[in-house]
């Protein structure tokens, strides 16, 4: 058996020319457009070794339990070369799926993970990162493609969710479902008024024209028996626009 070797090759065919010098070699096969070829080795770490009188391409994955043993020593100290290899084709394969709309890239990443583990990968790149266009589009409730209809709670650091999951947990415009918690971002429903610091829900707020600031309704109307709120406590935006003309036009309000 030859000695060991540190570096990966490719190969186009299941016989390799100069057999005998590639004994114990890993390599990956490299499409030359045979489909059988590309359907047996493609993306798969296989290994030159003897067999039946001449030397061929044999996936690891096929080796029998004592060509395992033979050559467990060379596959062992070339696993890393083989890993590095192999993320490199995976990646290579992401970014030409990447190329094209979000709907393959997703199809992409669902047909390369058991059922289980869609799921925890999807996550993982949902949390690790949140601004990546195919996060933008990605529902972070059901991890279905949503295109740019996603949906966020009344908290601006959302991931946000498609339109049915919004439905299902938040109802729509004409009939509200009254939400305890996202099951986007796990947060309560419930937002701190910056005048009374109470805590209020979504239909106990009113939320500014020009920001994304909101006041209890209470608050909002309490202040027209004095001074009324024309521009946000945060920002100092002009918090309602109908408001604030009021007040230019009649400073006596």
Known sequence: ???????????????????????GRIGFYKSNGNSWMNDRYGGKPAICISYHGSFQWMPIEYLSASNLKKYRDIISNSFCLVYQNYINVKNENLKEKSKNNDEELMAHLWSSYNPRTQSEVMQEILNQFPNSTFSKKTCSV?????GN???????NDCMGMCLECHTTNFGDATESIDCESCPSCKKEQKLTCPICLGDKKHVELIYGDNCSHSICCKCFCTS??????????????????????????????
Request: aromatic share 8%; net charge positive; charged share 20%.
């Open 224 to 253: 027209f028996s004095s001074t009324p709120i024309v521009d946000c406590p945060l920002c100092r935006k002009n918090f309602k626009k109908t408001h604030w003309r009021a007040v230019s036009q009649n400073p006596n309000i």
């Open 149 to 155: 209809d996603k949906k966020k709670c009344m908290h």
């Open 1 to 23: 058996m030859a000695g060991l070797q540190t570096s990966i090759i490719e190969f186009t065919t299941t016989h390799p020319q100069n057999g005998a010098s590639l004994n």
């Open 142 to 146: 059901c991890l279905k493609f949503a």
